[in-house]
């Protein structure tokens, strides 16, 4: 293992100056991540001709100190607009909104804060521990895995909407249909695209997800009016804000949580083209359903703010497993970071550890003192930043509509992205108005296409018997067991209560 | 709203006056479309060559990434410029060319591109598992059962190889498709949850330096590798027509001098260190063709695709 170059990439950084990038890319982050529709993709997109003239390894600190803070400052803006910052932020939503409702973001971005940190902290020593053996994970995990791992995935969404079954599966529905725009991945045909050949790379993430989120949510502030702390809830509380340092404290003292967010996206964020936004609600649908009192969340249960934040910065390190095994990308920002070596004049390939160990193990660092230096500077910033919660939001809504639909607009510079997030932020207000869940139309979206893609390749590789290839899998025994387990659980815990309850009322 | 008027045929007159004082390439940014997002293959062949071209130019050259659409939306965007040599492309060769062969609406007609420059050309090569007991072309053809191919999609220049050119050796495949990249296909191989597969020989290399991968054929009219069979060996060199290029081209008729111009100074960046230097670094085969050769060639695939038509065209 390359302790030494770890050890070096460390001195060089604190040493050559080399700070000073990582200081800009974390800046840059929290603020790419604050911006609903910016996100790391976005950043590192447009930093990579930037990085062009650097030394890699100064490219790989600013490219770390962005992929690290962004989840932290998506989850700023997740807590206090109810609108994520970046697509992963999304299940951070559901409780860290109502607590900022409840005039206790502080408490939210407290716990926000540090669980990012230890989630990326746990990701890392993961990714540390793995590296010995990622060959033989990654190699474990073929399409029949990927396949069963979306299952598992839209398994626990429709379990997740609590007595709202239907609505959920139909927002779930529209957002699998929505994934099969564009061309079959397979076949190469063209489908459901209406002769618009802006479709033919089917619906696009970030415009559904900033349309949904952003522009959906500015729609019900707009006219619903006031500020986003409810008048005279804790009014007395708020012109002393605080809540920060127990926040922080409630990490610690919730640590099954935090373990279990952190594992959820070190797993999921190493499965290419699942990434941080289904491991962050994998994240929070398994701690709501192993908990003891699910009711509570949605209402504002610190433990729905730290499971997903854990487990959307955990997720890097598990996207690096097989990009230091084999070279290839676990995440669109590994993608991206992947781009910046060939543009220095490298190949990534399975020799990457070999060859490109400085600049691995640079980003590694980079992305630990990322993580832990974007939560130090959100703290610092947090007493100005809960200010917002109490601004009239008139004053809110068209500063983040302007930003964010330009944010749509700078990727890839097409008016359509933009008309895109205006319609879907239409749809987005229409679902809040209806009591539908967003953001399991969003999971199956981003579901949907891996699921249909490997899919047809375990039908291929098997030829056609589906079932007993995958059954001679260990890997995917197991996942179709956590498949039936997840569907099991709710109605099993349903008949207990039931019991339980004619328990209590026959004597 | 007269102001504007008259600001706007200031703006016409300058327009119109341009070339008449300024030479080739002194007025303007010099445009290099890129039709996919940043960090593709694409993307980091103009990247390296826009220092070494300004050079040799003496004007700045600004690429930009136009992507969407497999490719074509870039191209669209080339093909609808002023052929004034100020905006240039990478095209996507043969993927545009099988796109035109099998009649799929690119958006705009290939044959019209002017063709600047071919900068490099990679061949093809079937590698299988380290230990597999498969060691040749004859061997993987007699397993009794179509052979499982990797790629990552149905109109990928490779899947389009590989189909046309077991159809050559009259050997059954079923291509499995829909792999995020390249390397995600070989690691398939590794898997084994297909055979084979048939990739440029530069994205080979490394999985067979890493003793992942090994070769057991080469496409190409002449032992390319040592102790490898290439395609001339079992008496099919026409399948070393089975390439993939980069090739710049620009707006449709755009003046012989400017072509001249661009042609030559992508020759001299072809030649200069740093470009030398990414190639060695990268495995990427560089092969400067000049304007006319380009377009000979160009027309050469248009031809040698079309005859496959049947085969390709969506079933």
């Known amino acids: ?507 | 709203m007269t102001r504007y008027l008259k600001l706007s045929a200031v703006a016409v007159a300058a327009l119109a006056a341009g070339p008449a004082w300024a030479e080739f390439p002194n007025d303007d940014n010099i445009t290099f479309v890129i039709p996919y997002g940043p960090g593709g293959g694409f993307d980091t062949i103009v990247r390296t060559y826009a220092p070494a071209l300004e050079e040799a130019l003496g004007a700045t050259v600004v690429p930009e990434n136009i992507p969407g659409a497999s490719g074509t939306r870039g191209g669209q965007a080339v093909y609808r410029a002023n052929p004034d040599g100020y905006t240039i492309g990478i095209f996507n060769i043969p993927g545009l060319t099988v796109s035109e062969a099998t009649e799929r609406d690119i958006g705009f007609p290939l044959g019209e591109i002017t063709w600047i420059a071919n900068l490099a050309e990679e061949q093809y090569a079937i590698a299988v598992k380290t230990d597999s007991p498969i060691q040749s072309v004859a061997d993987l053809c007699a397993t009794g059962q179509p052979i499982k191919l990797s790629d990552t999609g149905v109109d990928s220049t490779s899947s389009i190889t590989a189909v046309i050119s077991f159809d050559i050796l009259d050997c059954p495949i079923v291509n499995v498709t829909g792999y995020g990249g390249s390397n995600d296909t070989m690691i398939a191989v590794m898997r084994g949850e297909v055979d084979a597969t048939l990739k440029p020989i530069g994205s080979l290399a490394k999985y067979v330096e890493s003793g992942d991968l090994r070769y057991i054929f080469t496409l190409t009219d002449s032992t390319a590798i040592e102790g490898v069979e290439s395609a001339a060996d079992i008496g099919h060199p026409e399948l070393a027509k089975f390439t993939i290029n980069r090739v710049v081209g620009g707006p449709p008729n755009m003046p012989a001098d400017v072509v001249t111009a661009l042609s030559d100074a992508l020759k001299v960046a072809t030649e200069s260190a740093p470009v030398q230097e990414w190639a060695s670094g990268t495995g990427t085969s560089l092969s400067y063709l000049p304007a006319d050769a380009t377009t000979a060639k160009m027309g050469d695939l248009s031809t040698f695709y079309a005859q496959y038509k049947g085969l390709l065209a969506p079933k």
Not at chain 1, 359 to 372: P, R
């Open chain 1, 1 to 507: 293992m390359g302790f030494e170059t770890l050890f070096s990439a460390v001195v060089e950084l604190f040493v050559g100056g080399s700070i000073l990038y990582l200081l800009a890319g974390v800046m840059l982050g929290l603020c790419f991540g604050v911006i609903p529709g910016l996100g790391g993709t976005t950043a590192l997109a447009l930093l990579i001709p930037v990085t062009y003239g650097m030394d890699s390894l100064d490219a790989m600190y600013l490219a770390g100190g962005v992929m690290g803070a962004t989840s932290f400052g998506g989850s700023i803006t997740a807590i206090l607009l109810n609108t994520p910052g970046t697509a992963p932020n999304a299940a951070t939503c559901f409780d860290g909104y109502p607590l900022a409702q409840q005039g206790k973001a502080g408490l939210a971005i407290g716990a926000s804060a540090a669980a990012s940190a230890l989630g990326g902290l746990i990701g890392l020593f993961t990714l540390l521990a793995f590296i010995p053996i990622a060959k033989q994970v990654v190699l474990t995990f073929g399409p029949a895995e990927f396949f069963l791992l979306t299952i598992l995935g839209l398994a626990a969404i429709a379990v997740s909407v609590r007595g709202k079954l239907l609505r959920g599966l139909i927002a779930g529905g529209v957002g699998l249909i929505f994934a099969f725009v564009g061309s079959d991945l397979i076949s190469g045909d063209i489908r459901f695209t209406a002769d618009v050949d802006y479709l033919w790379d089917g619906i696009p993430l970030v415009p559904t997800l900033t349309g949904m989120f952003a522009i959906g949510q500015m729609m019900e502030l707009a006219l619903k009016g006031g500020s986003v702390a409810k008048e005279g809830v804790g009014s007395a509380a708020l012109t002393k804000i605080s809540g920060v340092g127990a926040g922080v404290w409630s990490v610690f003292v919730n640590w099954p949580t935090l373990l279990r967010g952190s594992v959820i996206g070190t797993v999921i964020g190493a499965i290419p083209g699942l990434g941080g936004t289904v491991a962050s609600f994998l994240a929070y649908s398994s701690t709501v359903q192993t908990d003891r009192d699910p009711d509570s969340f949605g209402k504002g249960n610190i433990k729905g703010v730290i499971a997903p934040e854990s487990a959307n910065n955990a997720k890097d390190g598990g996207a690096l497993i097989p990009t230091v095994a084999f070279g290839i990308p676990g995440s669109a920002e590994t993608a991206l970071f992947l781009a910046i070596l060939v543009l220095h004049g490298m190949d990534p390939g399975p020799s990457i550890l070999l060859y490109n160990e400085r600049e691995i193990y640079g980003l590694i660092v980079a992305l630990t003192a990322s993580a832990v230096g974007a939560s130090l500077i959100g703290l610092m910033l947090s007493r100005w930043l809960l200010l917002i919660t109490r601004i009239d939001v008139g004053f809110i809504v068209p500063v983040v509509v302007a930003i964010s639909l330009t944010g749509v607009y700078v990727l890839d510079g097409r008016m359509a992205d933009v008309l895109l997030t205006v319609v879907m932020g239409l749809l987005g207000y229409l679902m809040i108005r209806f009591d539908y869940p967003r953001l399991t139309l969003v999971i199956a979206l981003v579901l949907g296409e891996t699921a249909e893609r490997s899919f047809h390749q375990v039908q291929m590789i098997s030829d056609g018997q589906a079932l007993n290839f995958m059954l001679a899998r260990p890997v995917s025994v197991l996942l179709l067991i956590a498949i039936v387990v997840t569907f099991l659980l709710p109605i099993g815990r349903k008949a207990l209560t039931t019991r339980r309850n004619r328990a209590v009322s026959q004597p």
